[in-house]
T-cell receptor, first 113, second 116 residues
C-alpha cells in the first residue's frame, strides 16, 4: 500500500542545534515533494517545494533533500530557535497527471532554550 | 493571513445532522482542496476542484459532497453526521495549471466540527 511516513515521536532539540526531520514514502513516484509547518489549531503553511530532478533546495535556515532512490526526503533547520517549534508535514504530489497532494502525519519539533 | 477564508470557524451539532462548510479561495486561485484532520489521522485529502470541475478525489465518504461555484468559492456538505466526523476541516487553494500542481497550497484556518 502507499504510505508517507514521518517520525511520530516528537523531536526535542536545544536552541542553536540543527533539527533534521525525515519523510519516507513507499509505492509512490512523486513529481514534487513539499514541506509545511503547522502550529496548533492553525492551517499548514508552505515552506519549500522540491522536484524529483532536484537533489537539494535551500531557503534561509531551511534545507530539503530529496532522494528518489531511497524514497526519502530530509528537512533540516539550522541554528534552530524556540520559534521553530511546530509540527512539520511533508506532502507528495503523487504524479504529474494529478493535483492530489497527500500529507504525512507530521513530526512535532520542540526547540528548547 | 493566507487569503483563504473558511466559515464557520467552529460548529457544534448532533449526530444525524447535516452541515455545510464554506471556503473562499485566494483571489485568482482556481483550485480548491478539502482536507480533514483528526487527532489520530493527520491531514486526509478529501477532494479537489479546479475551475468548477472535480479534479481529484480522495477517501471522501459518500455522506460527504462538495462543489465549486462559478465565483470559485466552494462548499463541503457533510450529512448524516457521526461522532467520528468530528475534526478540523481545512480548505486550501492554489494556482494550478491544468494537469499539474505547480506550487504551494494556501490553507485557511479551518472549520472545527464537533459532533455530539
Amino acid at each position: 500500500s502507499q504510505k508517507i511516513e514521518q517520525n511520530s515521536e516528537a523531536l526535542n532539540i536545544q536552541e542553536g542545534k540543527t533539527a533534521t526531520l525525515t519523510c519516507n514514502y513507499t509505492n509512490y513516484s512523486p513529481a514534487y515533494l513539499q514541506w509545511y509547518r503547522q502550529d496548533p489549531g492553525r492551517g499548514p503553511v508552505f515552506l519549500l517545494l522540491i522536484r524529483e530532478n532536484e537533489k537539494e533546495k535551500r531557503k534561509e535556515r531551511l534545507k530539503v533533500t530529496f532522494d528518489t532512490t531511497l524514497k526519502q526526503s530530509l528537512f533540516h533547520i539550522t541554528a534552530s530557535q524556540p520559534a521553530d517549534s511546530a509540527t512539520y508535514l511533508c506532502a507528495l504530489v503523487v504524479s504529474y497527471n494529478t493535483d492530489k497532494l497527500i500529507f504525512g502525519t507530521g513530526t512535532r519539533l520542540q526547540v528548547f532554550p | 493571513d493566507s487569503g483563504v477564508t473558511q466559515t464557520p470557524k467552529h460548529l457544534i451539532t448532533a449526530t444525524g445532522q447535516r452541515v455545510t462548510l464554506r471556503c473562499s479561495p485566494r483571489s485568482g486561485d482556481l483550485s480548491v482542496y478539502w482536507y480533514q484532520q483528526s487527532l489520530d489521522q493527520g491531514l486526509q485529502f478529501l477532494i479537489q476542484y479546479y475551475n468548477g470541475e472535480e479534479r481529484a478525489k480522495g477517501n471522501i465518504l459518500e455522506r460527504f459532497s462538495a462543489q465549486q461555484f462559478p465565483d470559485l468559492h466552494s462548499e463541503l456538505n457533510l450529512s448524516s453526521l457521526e461522532l467520528g466526523d468530528s475534526a478540523l476541516y481545512f480548505c486550501a487553494s492554489s494556482v494550478t495549471s491544468r494537469g499539474q500542481n505547480t506550487g504551494e497550497l494556501f490553507f485557511g484556518e479551518g472549520s472545527r466540527l464537533t459532533v455530539l
